[in-house]
Antibody, heavy 115, light 113 residues
Framework: VQLVESGGGLVKPGGSVRLSCAAS????????MTWIRQAPGKGLEWVAY????????YYADSVKGRFTISRDNAKNSLYLQMNNLRVEDTAVYYC?????????WGQGTLVSVSS | DIVMTQTPLSLPVIPGEPASISCRSS????????????LDWYLQKPGQSPQLLLS???YRASGVPDRFSGSGSGTDFTLKISRVEAEDVGIYYC?????????FGQGTEVQIK
């Protein structure tokens, strides 16, 4: 099982970025998926969740209306579209597989929001 | 939202000695529909992403040594390490997934004394 995140980097407040998570070693469409973040030196914060079909999603209040989780099962990929970014969104973003519980995490990609 | 509170936040340990971390939730994590209690434990070793230790209070993940055990019910839970080894250092997190938003405890940093 491997989850590889990409798309992080430095972005200005108010800007947008799209994170991708490439899954391998398993079939993505057998699993619900989730994004979790960790601000520098801080603890873990759950961000978003998506069902296998993609029809049901949940978000943390802190990102609701700004972030969108999606997936492309044919491409074995998970995404997080992040709009209207704020300084407090600076964090390492992990994608993670759900096998009730969360059983595998990627290595994360750093998103830095700064002017 | 369900608030998860861990104690202690820092835990110096001696190799070979036992260690214990407490996690308390602001409401019950027992699902009355299926009887499961949705409390999991994760370990984040230095420089790594988190890894699953225990699920639904006490079920060890594949490959997790049996020196790790979990107990508790309702709102009070405990992770125990029977004999700490050097490789156990890191930050331990409890997490509830009975309802969204899923929430984590603040983390307990375990270091070798």
């Amino acid at each position: 099982v491997q989850l590889v995140e990409s798309g992080g980097g430095l972005v200005k407040p108010g800007g947008s970025v799209r994170l991708s998570c490439a899954a391998s070693g398993f079939t993505l469409n057998d699993h619900h998926m989730t994004w979790i973040r960790q601000a520098p030196g801080k603890g873990l914060e759950w961000v978003a969740y998506i069902t296998i079909s993609g029809t049901t999603t949940y978000y943390a209040d802190s990102v609701k209306g700004r972030f969108t989780i999606s997936r492309d099962n044919a491409k074995n990929s998970l995404y997080l579209q992040m709009n209207n970014l704020r300084v407090e969104d600076t964090a390492v973003y992990y994608c993670a597989r759900i096998y009730w519980p969360i059983d595998y995490w990627g290595q994360g990609t750093l998103v830095s929001v700064s002017s | 939202d369900i608030v998860m509170t861990q104690t202690p936040l820092s835990l110096p340990v001696i190799p070979g000695e036992p260690a214990s971390i407490s996690c308390r939730s602001s409401q019950s994590l027992l699902d009355s529909d299926d009887g499961n209690t949705y409390l999991d434990w994760y370990l984040q070793k230095p420089g790594q992403s988190p890894q699953l230790l225990l699920s639904t209070v006490s079920y060890r993940a594949s490959g997790v040594p049996d020196r790790f055990s979990g107990s508790g019910s309702g709102t009070d839970f405990t992770l125990k390490i029977s004999r700490v080894e050097a490789e156990d250092v890191g930050i331990y997190y409890c997490m509830q997934r009975i309802e969204f938003p899923w929430t984590f405890g603040q983390g307990t940093e375990v270091q070798i004394k």
